[in-house]
C-alpha cells in the first residue's frame, strides 16, 4: 500500500516563507497531486494542484502569486513552496493523489483517492 508524508511544516512570522514536501512510499500511478489545507472548525480546502503530465498547475485564487506547486517524478515527490504567509494560511496542509482524472480544475477533496496525514503550518501576526 502506498503511503504519503508530509513534512516541513511549522511555525513562521506573517511575509516568512516556508516549503512544504510529500513524498510517498513509491509509485502512486497517480494523474495528479493536489495540496489541501484545513484549518479548524473549516472544511478541507483546494489550495493547489499539478499534473504529471507536462506538470501544468493549477491554483485556488487566493494563494496565486505567492505559493508553487512543483513535483520530481523520479523522486515520487511533490512540493509546495509558500512565500508571502499571511495568518489566514494556518491550517494543517495535506497532499493527496488523484489516480483518475487528468482534468486540471480538480477542486473537490472527495476526487482525491489517496491522502497523507497532514503537517501544521502556523503563521503568526
Known amino acids: 500500500q502506498v503511503q504519503l508524508v508530509e513534512s516541513g511544516g511549522g511555525l513562521v512570522q506573517a511575509g516568512g516563507s516556508l516549503r512544504l514536501s510529500c513524498t510517498a512510499s513509491?509509485?502512486?500511478?497517480?494523474?495528479?497531486m493536489g495540496w489541501f489545507r484545513q484549518a479548524p472548525g473549516k472544511e478541507r480546502e483546494f489550495v493547489a494542484r499539478?499534473?504529471?503530465?507536462?506538470?501544468?498547475?493549477f491554483y485556488t485564487d487566493s494563494v496565486k502569486g505567492r505559493f508553487t506547486i512543483s513535483g520530481d517524478n523520479a523522486k515520487n515527490t511533490v512540493y509546495l513552496q509558500m512565500n508571502s504567509l499571511k495568518p489566514e494560511d494556518t491550517a494543517v496542509y495535506y497532499c493527496a493523489a488523484d489516480r483518475l482524472r487528468l482534468t486540471m480544475n480538480v477542486m473537490s477533496p472527495a476526487e482525491y483517492d489517496l491522502w497523507g496525514p497532514g503537517t501544521q503550518v502556523t503563521v503568526s501576526s
Open positions: 499539478i499534473r504529471w503530465s507536462g506538470l501544468n498547475t
Open positions: 513509491g509509485r502512486t500511478s497517480s494523474y495528479a
